[in-house]
């Protein structure tokens, strides 16, 4: 079964350029979630997805970053314009929703390489 | 709001070691438990899934607990290896929510 699919990996860019990454969820995940990781630290939810609609975007920042899910599959998150303290791993995630009967493995997140990114 | 502690932050033993890492969230109203791996450079691989109602899993060398009272969880890992070095983390998946809160994990270096 293949996994969660990002790109690109790494990416350089100026202050106050424009960067995309893009994500596949596993095949069947109806839940999509992107994360920031800045060095040193646990990851920070920055969106969720539930199909093509979004459940949770309390901590996006949203003057800057923005995602779509436009077909219910793949995900794109925008940043426009960068800062320097974006510098970060950003990772895709993906899960199938809870289902309240089955006792195991229920609502595992499946986690992509991530795609680094530097902002100078 | 939930809070996920991981302690201690680093850690370095010898090959061959039993060890201990820990986990505590200040909200037991969770759903379940994951914990991960992360190597550098390296997205995150999924170890144990602990559901709310579970006292423990196990795979391999790997042990985890959950104490939803206490707000605590530990990864117990047996026999530890180089290949063991990594970044540990743990998150809680909230009731009524499906995102996961991390702590900001534990930096493993098992040296031979």
């Known amino acids: 079964e293949a996994g969660v699919a990002q790109s690109p990996r790494y990416k350089i860019i100026e202050k106050r350029q424009s960067v995309a990454f893009w994500c596949n969820p596993i095949s069947g995940h109806a839940t999509l979630y992107w994360y920031q990781q800045i060095l040193g630290q646990g990851p920070k939810l920055l969106i969720q997805f539930q199909n093509n609609g979004v459940v949770d975007d309390s901590q996006l920042p949203k003057d800057r970053f923005s995602a779509e899910r436009l077909k219910g599959v793949d995900s794109t998150l925008k940043i426009q314009p960068a800062k320097l303290e974006d510098s970060a791993v950003y990772l895709c995630?993906?899960?199938?929703?809870?289902?309240?009967?089955?006792?195991?493995?229920?609502?595992?997140?499946?986690f992509g390489e991530g795609s680094r990114l530097t902002v100078l | 709001k939930q809070e996920v502690t991981q302690i201690p932050a680093a850690l370095s033993v010898p090959e061959g070691e039993n060890l201990v890492l820990n986990c505590s969230f200040t909200d037991s109203a969770i759903y379940n438990l994951q914990w991960f791996r992360q190597d550098p450079g390296k997205g995150l691989t999924s170890l144990l899934l602990?559901?709310?109602?579970?006292r423990e899993q196990t795979s391999g060398r790997l042990n985890a607990s959950l104490d939803k009272s206490s707000g605590r969880s530990t990864l117990y890992i047996a026999a530890s290896q180089p290949g063991d070095s990594a970044t540990y983390l743990c998150a809680v998946r909230l009731k009524g929510a499906q995102k996961l809160v991390f702590g900001q994990g534990t930096r493993l270096t098992i040296n031979p």
């Open positions: 602990i559901q709310s109602s579970q």
């Open positions: 995630a993906s899960s199938f929703p809870p289902a309240r009967d089955r006792e195991s493995r229920t609502g595992e997140l499946f």
